[in-house]
């Protein structure tokens, strides 16, 4: 049984960096794809970033240069660096897991964690 935790959310002022972690448990798998959500109160969800089992990556374009996406497979930790941090990154920020050898920012993901929060503040 797969289950995911993020952590590392919090309240910056503009400007500032945070960096979230998402922990993988009962995560044995070859090929995956591991996701970064966020939805803001009164928005749809949507797409951070992704990255797959090879270390390929994909950015949205609204964070480009300012966040990256990475993993630690060793320990099973995925993260999200997130720089230059600005008031509409404010959202709830998932991470999610999709298990195979497919791997879009608009794809299906399988696997879900609750969330940690980011406000940023100008």
């Known amino acids: 049984q797969v289950q995911l935790v993020e952590s590392g959310g919090d309240s910056v002022q503009a400007g500032g960096s945070l960096r979230l972690s998402c922990a993988a448990s009962?995560?044995?798998?070859?090929?995956?794809?591991m996701g970064w959500f966020r939805q803001a109160p009164g928005k749809e969800r949507e797409s951070v970033a992704i990255i797959d089992n090879g270390g390929t990556t994909v950015h949205v374009e609204s964070v480009k240069g300012r966040f990256t996406i990475s993993q630690d497979n060793a320990k099973s930790i995925w993260y999200l660096q997130m720089n230059s941090l600005k008031p509409e990154d404010t959202a709830m920020y998932y991470c999610?897991?999709?298990?195979?050898?497919?791997?879009?920012?608009?794809?299906?993901?399988?696997?879900w964690g609750q969330g940690t929060q980011v406000t940023v503040s100008s």
């Open positions: 999610a897991a999709r298990i195979g050898t497919v791997c879009l920012l608009r794809g299906k993901f399988d696997y």
């Open positions: 009962g995560f044995t798998y070859r090929n995956y794809c």
